[in-house]
């Protein structure tokens, strides 16, 4: 995984109307949960631009008044109107304690229903994976040289070593669907 570093401060007012007043100033509320205790800090939206709106993962070496600590970013919320950034969430992350992430999709190669025709469609743009924190990769590859005309790739299809796959086993990651131009071809026969 990529790293990213961030600095961030301890937050002691926690009501709605200092909360407010922080967004105002474009200060961004934030918790950091999973590591001996719950801590909540702010943070620039500067500083984490860079971080949400990418579809990477990072590693983020988070500091916060001197302390550093290993942490993933689980959840962002957003105004529904203005899609101001609202609140962070940061899991703090040790190598023993194995984590639940998403990871995105990458598929490689040249199908051989595109080439009879199809258009190769991604279904799902990332899985949810359960390991190691260490042993999380930044994008999973999946091969799609063999997949036919009409055929889909499962979540039960895929293995990756050291990895637990959390999706529906039904759920299609890809698919080769028939074009109009190749069904007519095809009708035509």
Do not use: W
């Not at 909540?40 to 600590?69: F, K, M, S, W």
């Not at 529904?80 to 703090?92: R, S």
């Not at 359960?130 to 091969?143: H, T, V």
């Not at 055929?151 to 039904?170: E, P, S, Y």
């Amino acid at each position: 995984m990529k790293t990213f570093q961030l600095e961030a401060a301890s937050r002691a007012d926690l009501g709605k109307k200092a909360t407010k007043a922080l967004r105002k100033e474009g200060i961004i509320p934030a918790v950091i949960y999973g590591g001996s205790e719950t801590r909540h800090i702010v943070v620039t939206q500067d500083a984490v631009r860079n971080l949400i709106y990418t579809p990477e993962i990072y590693d983020i070496d988070l500091t916060v008044a001197g302390q550093q600590c290993k942490a993933v970013l689980k959840d962002v919320q957003f105004h529904p109107v203005t899609d101001e950034i609202l609140h962070l969430d940061f899991l703090e992350v040790t190598k023993e304690k194995p984590i639940e992430m998403e990871v995105p999709v990458v598929l490689e190669g040249h199908a051989a229903g595109v080439r009879a025709g199809g258009k190769l469609v991604l279904e799902m743009r990332k899985l949810r994976v359960k390991a190691a924190y260490d042993q999380i990769p930044e994008r999973l590859s999946i091969n799609v040289e063999d997949l036919q005309l009409g055929k889909t790739i499962q979540v039960g299809a895929l293995h990756f070593d050291g990895l637990q796959l959390m999706n529906a086993k039904n759920a299609v990651v890809c698919a080769v669907k028939l074009t109009r131009a190749a069904r007519g071809a095809m009708a035509k026969k």
